[in-house]
């Protein structure tokens, strides 16, 4: 999921906002929002982003890309759906869909 050997405290970082991701799907709310917003913030003020090549192994929007990647396959996986052939509105309807569905288990 992350790299090996790298810094333990950036990865901390980015599992607390695939955390927060999924969060705000099982418990929707401001909250769940606040918590997605601070994991972000987090990681930006951890590693300020001054190199925009997308190779370049701790860039920042490479790492964010991948985490909203690692999310819509999160979420593919627990709807049975092929992420390849997903289309935006089945995607956020999957979405609502996952919400309900761990709302109405409470």
Known sequence: MFHKGGNIEFNALRL????????AIIEPG???ETKLFDAEKNILEADRP??????HENNMERILEVDSRKFGIAVTENTNQNIEEITTFTFYASVEHLKEKFKKKK
Request: glycine residues 0%.
């Open 16 to 23: 607390n906002r695939v955390d927060a991701m999924m969060e």
């Open 30 to 32: 401001t909250l769940a």
């Open 50 to 55: 001054n190199v925009w090549n997308v190779w």
